[in-house]
């Protein structure tokens, strides 16, 4: 295991370094067009930023968002430029060469805070020290804004950034031979030589005029080129499209458009650059009967509805040249949208983002007449652009639409829509492809649909053995996930638990019981019942593990189980750790290192009578992370168990631990699901009031009850505890440890803890039997008010099991 962890961490990098090896693939592909988007989209990856821009500096001294990534700006108040010599952020960065971090106070004192809905984010801005100046802006809603690892992040891509410009050979002044410039207030257009060639036209008969090569398209394809060239249609970043140019004989030829709109600063045209190319040699010679046979054989194989959606949007998109397209389940009348590609969304209709829930969309079907009545005929419908539908189906496609009814089993088991931007021609082709997909999907969504309501069945059954919310630790902040497997409808083994002991305790526990059956979930129940027990009664991780494998042994099942049971003490930043065939727990220290822990382990539990199961201490810092998991999560068929602990420790450091549940599901994203997965997480922050304790045990000698009222006061002096609370304390005392011998045999120990000006008095003795409250006591009675007494002046009391005893407590809250 030594050369397990030490193999591990000589191949885990930090994420600084991480950012360089990406942004070293980006920069080596100069002649893409949307490398610059590539380069900043590492602002959001490495760096946490939710937003990031590069502004530009034009002639007419501002500074110009020329490319994005990320959230809208809108959402921080972000302009689409600046003035140079203004007093912004990204102006001041432009002029001093130095860069600017700005957190929600001083954001909210800048002259533009007024846009801000609501400055709770931090913001920073680099200079670009490439092609001549600029600025890139990042935005980040962490609540400790951009921390060292960020910022060196940053830095990395602010040098890497390299700013558009029009792609002209600077020896000869000439373009290369695929490439244009448009001019987008003149409409005067540079066009290399092959872009000629494929519109048919020589070098001497060009005019220089983008009307020249409109005139030559299939006229249906004119609004798609439109949306392109005029400059209100045309926002910044790259666009793409393909469009048909006649030919002196035979079909049209296709052509592929990519562009960039580079902005102009004052008295300065803006231009389109990009490139232009023969589509036919770019598509693939894929037919529709092939889409067809693949869309069947991806749907032979989908287990859930959001696989069969996915295979459908593969099928379909792509080949289909479609902007979007939702799957959507009919189910009592109303539509539950199951997949939308793309999932963002500001890429749909505002009707549809109103009524936006959780994940996906949930609509009534009579909000949409139209769609109810394709729904009713059962057959593909298509509306080309500009036909007057309701608002919820037109933005979905303004340039046409295609609704497709699946049908499965004699009922609509739901409706597929496609939609496109720009005008679409709905060739015949296109509509057979549409109408065998839709009967294929519609039957394959049946299926689905079934198999996924008996796997939720499975999932419920599991969750209810599982605990239904994690405790509030002082201290730290647990998550815990479940993950089913998808294989097969049998419950599984896998379990957690977290479990809060006294004095500040807390044990996390994580098993996995043998098979999947619900012979295994019944087993895992009573082993997680059976450890949360022996942990409550007071005993050392060792000896609660020693005890569940008793208990496993002695109830002569066939199956045996695993278990990692971690005891920590919040207060000290200790831990003891107890293994039972189980994987080792993860560490990820402060600094972003992650360790594989060298533990001594036991045998699996239910295996050997006489088993060890030593204990392996643990140091906690705060900001450390401990992670427990099962081998569903690290085990495949394609890696073995030391890979995936590998692979799992090196996620653990790369992820952002301010976010435990986040943390949790970038995890669970590796899982392959061949097996169940249970994954529990501990951020240890330690205790901001570390409480004060004192203990005292009481001898059975005649004056032992003054005994413990006089090393009470002495304590609560020491403490500084008011005259007054003194003797209320010192009530409650007297009665505890006076039941305690009176009523019990054996020893007795008292403890004092105070925190938060709550005062905590416990007495602990040897008999296991709670004292009962009195129901009605009598004047003439001689004994019973005690408990009625502590009852009165304390805040809360009670009594919890302890090893071979009981322990009473009584919290007081001080008022000095």
């Keep these: 295991m030594a050369d397990v962890v030490s193999e591990g961490a000589a191949v885990r990098r930090t994420r600084r370094e991480r950012a360089e090896v990406a942004l070293e693939t980006v920069r080596g592909d100069l002649g893409s067009p949307d490398r610059l988007h590539r380069v900043i989209e590492q602002a959001l990856v490495f760096a946490g930023a939710a937003f990031a821009g590069v502004y530009v500096p034009g002639d007419d001294g501002a500074l110009r968002l020329t490319e994005s990534a990320g959230l809208p700006r809108t959402l921080y108040g972000l302009r689409d430029s600046y003035s140079a010599s203004g007093q912004s952020p990204t102006a001041e960065a432009h002029r001093t060469g130095r860069p600017v971090w700005l957190g929600p106070d001083e954001l909210a004192a800048c002259p533009e805070a007024r846009r801000t809905p609501s400055p709770d984010f931090s913001v920073a801005v680099l200079p670009v020290r490439a092609d001549g100046g600029g ?59 092959e872009i000629l060639d494929l519109f048919g036209i020589g070098r001497e008969d060009f005019d220089g005029k983008v009307e020249t090569l409109l005139g030559l398209t299939v006229p249906e394809d004119l609004p798609a080129l439109m949306s392109v060239v005029e400059a209100d249609h045309m926002s910044i970043g790259d666009r793409e499209l393909e469009f048909r140019v006649l030919q002196p004989s035979g079909p049209p030829k296709w052509l592929r458009l990519r562009g960039r709109l580079l902005t102009g600063g004052e008295g300065q045209s803006a231009l389109l650059v990009g490139t232009v190319a023969d589509a036919s040699k770019l598509r693939s010679d894929v037919t529709d009967v092939a889409r067809v046979q693949r869309l069947a054989a991806a749907l032979a194989t989908a287990g859930t509805v959001k696989d069969v959606g996915q295979a459908v949007v593969t099928a379909l998109r792509k080949p289909l040249q479609a902007d979007r397209i939702a799957l959507a389940e009919l189910e ?34 009579r909000a949409m007449p139209t769609l109810a009545s394709a729904l009713r005929e059962g057959r593909a419908q298509i509306w080309p652009a500009g036909t007057a539908l309701e608002p919820a189906l037109a933005e979905v496609g303004p340039g046409g639409l295609a609704v497709l009814p699946l049908p499965a089993g004699g009922r609509m088991a739901g409706a597929c829509l496609i939609g496109w931007d720009a005008p679409h021609e709905f060739g015949p082709d296109e509509r057979a492809l ?54 097969g409808l049998e419950v599984g083994g896998d379990w957690y638990d977290v479990i809060p002991l006294p004095d500040n305790h807390v044990a996390l526990v994580i098993g996995d019981v043998q098979g999947h059956s619900a012979a295994a979930a019944t087993l895992m129940g009573q082993m997680r019942t059976a450890l949360r027990a022996y942990a409550a009664e007071g005993h050392s991780p060792d000896v609660v593990v020693s005890h569940a494998n008793r208990l496993l042994l002695e109830m002569e099942s066939d199956l045996f189980a695993t278990c990692c049971y971690v005891e920590v003490d919040m207060e000290e930043g200790t831990a003891w750790c107890v293994r039972a065939g189980h994987l080792p727990p993860v560490l990820r220290h402060p600094d972003g290192a992650t360790e594989i822990v060298e533990t001594e382990g036991g045998p699996p539990l239910g295996v050997v009578t006489q088993a060890d199961f030593p204990m392996t201490p643990l140091r906690l810092q705060p900001g450390t992370v401990l992670a427990l998991t099962t081998d569903g999560l690290v085990e495949s068929v394609e890696a073995d168990i030391d890979q995936g602990m590998d692979r799992f420790a090196g996620d653990l450091g790369a992820a952002d631990p301010a976010h435990l549940g986040l943390v949790a599901d970038t995890l669970l994203g590796n899982a392959h699901r061949s097996d169940d997965v249970a994954l529990l997480l501990l951020r240890y922050d330690g205790m901001a009031v570390r409480p004060l304790r004192e203990s005292w045990t009481v001898w059975r000698v005649p004056e032992a009850v003054r005994h413990a009222r006089r090393f009470t006061r002495r304590t609560m002096r020491s403490w500084g505890v008011s005259d007054e609370d003194q003797d209320t304390v010192l009530l409650v005392v007297s009665e505890l440890v006076t039941n305690a011998l009176v009523h019990t045999d054996g020893k007795v120990r008292l403890d004092l803890t105070l925190v938060s000006q709550r005062f905590r008095v416990a007495v602990a003795d040897a008999s296991p039997r709670t004292p009962v409250k009195p129901t009605n006591i009598g004047w003439e009675a001689t004994g019973g008010r005690g408990i009625l007494l502590v009852e009165a002046v304390s805040a809360s009391w009670g009594t919890v099991p302890v090893s071979g005893g009981k322990q009473v407590w009584a919290e007081l809250a001080l008022e000095g």
Aim: proline share 10%.
């Design 135 to 193: 600025c890139l802006l990042a935005v980040s809603e962490s609540a400790d804004g951009f921390d060292t690892e960020d910022r060196r992040c940053l830095e990395l891509i602010a040098a890497a950034v390299a700013l558009p410009a029009p792609p002209v050979a600077p020896e000869t002044g000439e373009l290369p031979a695929d490439t244009f410039s448009l001019a987008m207030d003149t409409g005067r257009v540079e066009v290399g030589d």
């Design 332 to 365: 009592n009348e109303r539509l539950v949208v199951t997949v939308l590609d793309p999932p963002e969304p500001e890429a749909w209709p505002e009707l549809w983002r109103s009524e936006w829930r959780t994940e996906w969309p949930d609509a009534p079907v």
């Design 434 to 487: 549409l109408t065998a997909s839709a009967g294929l999907a519609g039957q394959a969504l049946m299926r689905a649909h079934a198999f996924d309501a008996e796997h939720e069945l499975v999932g419920m059954l599991q969750r209810t053995l599982l605990p239904r919310r994690l405790p509030k630790l002082p201290g730290a902040v647990a998550v815990a996930r479940y993950l089913p497997t998808t294989a």
